[in-house]
Structure formats: structure tokens, C-alpha cells
């Protein structure tokens, strides 16, 4: 019908999406949620581990990037520059401030979270 919505979402959502296209309930260990949630998320987590320690989050049109291994941030205006090219993160110090917060609370219960897999790889 030609509707396009645009929503946050990242990887783990792929699977409890697919879960609600089938109508089953996902297993109550994903993290992700559907992308059709009525309660979509406002705050998205990404980190690439090959090559250099990258992290990041993406908040509405809002990306930030923390170079682990260079201590340095980008942060970019997605809607004004979607091929990231002007990095603004120094126009931003609250939001890294923040988004440092919100990072280093993510990788603690990540970690927290796959240790329990480790020793628990039920369902």
C-alpha cells in the first residue's frame, strides 16, 4: 500500500520480528523485540569488534561512535547527513556524556547477560 514507517532497530530484533510475523511468542531469553512493537525503541546499541573496538548507540537521528582503542567520538546528524560525513561531537558534549553512560551500562549487562548463557545455555 505504499506506507513506510521508519523505525529504531538493530540485529536482535530480527528474530522476535520474525517470531511476531508467526505469531508465536519469542523465547523469554532474546533481548531483541519486534519491530511492529506498539512500543518501539528509542534507543538502539551496535559495537563492531573486528578491526578496532567500536561502539555505539543511535537515538532518533542522532548516531554516536566511541573508538574504544582511540578514545575518540563521532557523532553524526543522520537525517542531515546520512553518509556521516561532518562528525558534530563537538557540539554535542551531553549527549556523549550521556551515551558514555548508557554504553558502559549496555557492555556491563551484556557481559553480565552471556556469562549466564555461558553457564546457563537453556532455551
Known amino acids: 500500500n505504499g506506507e513506510e514507517e521508519h523505525r ?6 530480527i528474530a522476535p520480528t520474525i517470531m511476531d510475523i508467526l505469531q508465536l511468542p519469542p523465547p523469554s531469553v532474546w533481548q531483541g523485540r519486534s519491530l511492529f512493537s506498539n512500543q518501539p525503541a528509542e534507543r538502539v546499541y551496535f559495537f563492531s569488534p573486528w578491526s578496532t573496538q567500536l561502539f555505539g548507540l543511535r ?7 566511541f573508538n574504544a582503542e582511540k578514545g575518540t567520538y563521532e557523532v553524526y546528524d543522520l537525517a542531515a547527513d546520512p553518509d556521516e560525513m ?3 561531537a563537538t557540539q554535542y558534549p551531553d549527549m556523549i556524556r550521556s551515551a558514555t553512560e548508557h554504553l558502559a551500562a549496555w557492555v556491563q549487562y551484556q557481559d553480565v547477560y552471556w556469562q549466564k548463557r555461558r553457564n546457563n545455555p537453556g532455551p
Not at 537515538?59 to 561512535?65: M, P, R
Open 59 to 65: 537515538e532518533g537521528n542522532l548516531k554516536l561512535i
Open 8 to 13: 529504531l532497530g538493530s540485529m536482535i530484533d
Open 86 to 88: 561532518t562528525n558534530l
